[in-house]
């Protein structure tokens, strides 16, 4: 059987190789994808805690964690698409000077 | 348990192929490993729903997303990193980020959990458990779930504006023009005609 704190540590594990993509790479298209491996490590604690405590809310829980990532990758997405229209770079500091 | 611990090695294997991929196309790639991994990670941790829920939300519409804008955009790029503008930011990121990595796992092994091997309840994880929930006692969750995919679908809309119609008209002004050019005025026509013969001629 499993025991919930390993599980637990993965994610934590996972949230953490995250957060290194999203400080490290200049790629805004890889930082997204840092970003959404952080969503999961945080869909599977959900996950991991509704299967001890027998609660299916936190299924629920995890489904809207889901729907916002969907949400968020469809903005993201148009943002960069946006910007590199202008730019013609994919480096995440063309957005930090925030000019139009 | 063996299982488990092959999935959890795939899954942290994908994450760091994801990070230190030099090309998108691989990180996308090797994502979509991790969630996999992940997917049958929640199918045993009985969230049949949500394992089927990933596999065709995530490594089907999220990634084939990613892919498209991947190679929308960085088609025929080169793969180098630009040069760096704010040096010395990356020595501290690295350090701060391992310092929370270190503090976060142990603090999740610090606290054991119990043994998982009480029964659990009828329609747990199911399809039927979480559409009772959903729409039950969690409705208002599904409603914002719905109320956010539709204001980013707007969103992108906005952000992406479609072609201006000042654009379509000119081109059809354009067209039309050309048309009765063609079909009224003799003189292009002509025109075109003794081109045509004296290429034949030569």
Known sequence: ?100 | MVGIGILAVLAIAGAIGVITARQPVHSALYLVGNLLALALLYLDLQAEFLAVAQVIVYAGAIMVLFLFVVTLLTAGKEDREPPEDLAGQRAWAGIVSIIVGIVLVALAIKYPGAELKVALPANFGNLQGIGRLLWGPDFIYLVGIAIMLLSAALGVLVLNPPKRERQIERQLAAAARAREAAAGGGAVPKAESTNGKEGQGA
């Not at chain 1, 919930?4 to 890889?30: C, E, S």
């Not at chain 1, 509704?50 to 809207?64: K, T």
Request: no cysteine.
């Open chain 1, 1 to 100: 059987m499993i025991y919930i704190n390993w599980v637990v540590a993965l994610a934590a594990i996972l949230f953490t190789v995250g957060a290194i993509g999203v400080m490290f790479r200049r790629n805004p298209l890889i930082m997204f994808m840092a970003s959404e491996m952080m969503w999961n490590a945080a869909a599977l604690v959900f996950i991991a805690y509704a299967r001890e405590f027998h609660d299916m809310n936190g299924q629920v829980m995890a489904f809207l964690i889901m729907g916002t990532a969907a949400a968020e990758v469809g903005i993201g997405l148009a943002i960069i698409v946006s910007v590199y229209h202008k730019r013609h770079r994919l480096d995440i500091d063309e957005i930090s000077r925030m000019k139009g």
